[in-house]
């Protein structure tokens, strides 16, 4: 079975609908991500929890939400989700941070 | 100009053949990581450096911290190397900056 898994792997919604991306890890990781990839960009950062109790913005947050259920889970919420947000959304824990991020299979989100 | 920039773009070469990505930065950097990305999406990670060379495989990654300048080299290619290959960079505490990736296709 796959250390960190995302659900679904394929979304397609439109716009203003609220829609929430679900990571779950096996890793037993205390570092989580949530990055975004576009065409012809690099990943960039949206939010990361270094505990449960502890979550913060990365670069390009507005417009997305998140939740650390537990130390496993790790939700990202388009609370109210518009076109330029089609993008494929990936989920990484890491042990520490610096340390090697381990990837889940990504999401690709469309919104028309 | 990106912090991160990669070269070549994208490239194609006969299966067997040596291969080298080029990785340039223009921050402070604590890591360097190469990624790869499969052509289904996923991505794994390769390499953790933050000094000198290490080596897996056909896989060998070197990085020249003063230089500011990190290589991925590929020997004997083959078709499954095929993927898109990303350089990130950690600076800061939490902050990674990622490459925009290259594109590599290994014909057989």
């Known amino acids: 079975d796959a250390d960190v898994t995302q659900t679904p792997r394929n979304r397609i919604t439109k716009t203003g609908k609220r829609i929430m991306l679900e990571c779950s890890q096996t890793k037993g990781h205390d570092r989580m991500y949530w990055y975004r990839q576009d065409p012809g960009l690099g990943l960039r950062l949206i939010y990361y929890s270094f505990d449960v109790k502890d979550i913060n913005k990365g670069e390009i947050s507005d417009g997305y939400s998140v939740s650390r259920q537990a130390q496993a889970k790790f939700s990202l919420s388009l609370e109210s989700a518009i076109p330029n947000q089609t993008a494929l959304y990936f989920c990484?824990?890491?042990?520490?941070?610096?340390?090697?991020?381990?990837f889940g299979p990504g999401t690709r989100l469309t919104v028309l | 100009k990106n912090e991160v920039e990669q070269s070549p773009q994208n490239l194609t070469a006969q299966e067997g053949e040596f291969i080298t990505i080029n990785c340039s930065y223009s921050v402070g950097i604590s890591a360097l990581h190469w990624l790869q990305q499969h052509p289904g999406g996923g991505i794994v990670s390769l390499f953790m450096?933050?000094?000198g060379k290490k080596k897996h495989g056909r896989l060998i990654a070197t990085i020249n911290i003063q230089e500011k300048h990190s290589s991925l080299h590929i020997t004997a290619s083959h078709p499954r190397d095929s993927a898109v290959y990303i350089c990130?960079?950690?600076?800061?505490?939490?902050?990674?900056?990622f490459g925009t990736g290259t594109r590599l296709k290994v014909l057989a």
């Open positions: 990484a824990t890491s042990e520490n941070v610096g340390y090697e991020q381990f």
């Open positions: 990130a960079v950690r600076s800061g505490t939490y902050k990674y900056i």
């Open positions: 450096l933050s000094s």
